[in-house]
């Protein structure tokens, strides 16, 4: 059963325009948070995290929100450039403990249009 | 370039067979976790190891192994292989494996059981 679901396999968005990713978990042991975004053929690489007693970070261009009460984040990314353009995985992490793994989603695939 | 050093990049093997994936991590960073991408799913994560010692086990099968190596580079053993083995296996590092610290992921090992 998936844990973190990521609904939509891709999203196409206008360069300038924001983008939403959205994602979805059904564990209320999930304590913390992150997204992390993958180029062909590359590793997927650290974008922005968010622990569950907050419900909103920002890092420049990128802003994770989270809705504890509905077990739902979203990532947005404003203005949207065509360098964004990859693959965004949320990933979740247990709460108690250090040594787990993370939790990731499919995936959303984010196609940034000219 | 993540820091983190995954050999070969392709493998091509028959069922049946064994392979093993290798990975160095980041200079510094003392724990590694191994990743299955198989199609259309998200990263599950198999295991992780931390200063040469076993820390966590995920969905790793009994046919898969992995160890880390005195050097802190680790391998993922992978024997009896099924065609649904097939999938992309990454590597990630981490200083101590902590909690909320950034996984740094390698670019892949692309197995293909034919």
């Known amino acids: 059963d998936q844990q973190v679901k990521q609904n939509s396999p891709s999203l196409s968005v206008q360069e300038g325009r924001i983008s939403i990713l959205n994602c979805d978990y059904t564990?209320?042991?999930?304590?913390?948070f992150l997204w992390y975004k993958k180029y062909p053929a590359e590793g997927p690489t650290f974008l922005i995290s968010?622990?569950?007693?907050?419900d909103k970070n920002e890092d420049g261009r990128f802003t994770v929100f989270l809705n504890k009460s509905a077990k739902h984040l979203s990532l947005h990314i404003v203005p949207s450039q065509p360098g964004d353009s990859a693959v965004y995985f949320c990933?979740?992490?247990?709460?108690?403990?250090?040594?787990?793994?993370?939790?990731f989603g499919k995936g959303t695939h984010l196609i940034i249009q000219p | 370039d993540s820091g983190v050093t995954q050999t070969p990049k392709h493998l091509i093997t028959a069922t049946g067979q064994r392979v093993t994936l290798r990975c160095s991590p980041r200079?510094?960073?003392?724990?590694v976790y191994w990743y299955q991408q198989s199609l259309d799913q998200g990263l599950q994560f198999l295991i992780q190891?931390?200063?040469?010692?076993?820390?966590a086990k995920g969905n790793i099968l009994e046919r898969f192994s992995a160890q880390q190596f005195p050097d802190l580079h680790s391998e993922l053993n992978l024997s009896s292989l099924e065609l649904g083995d097939s999938a992309l296996y990454f590597c990630?590092?981490?200083?101590?494996?902590?909690?909320?610290?950034?996984?740094?992921f390698g670019s892949g090992t692309q197995l293909s059981v034919l």
């Open positions: 990630a590092s981490s200083v101590t494996g902590l909690r909320d610290e950034k996984l740094f």
């Open positions: 564990n209320s042991m999930f304590d913390y």
């Open positions: 968010i622990s569950s007693i907050k």
């Open positions: 990933a979740a992490r247990l709460s108690g403990g250090g040594a787990d793994g993370l939790t």
């Open positions: 200079s510094g960073d003392l724990s």
């Open positions: 190891y931390y200063n040469g010692e076993e820390r």
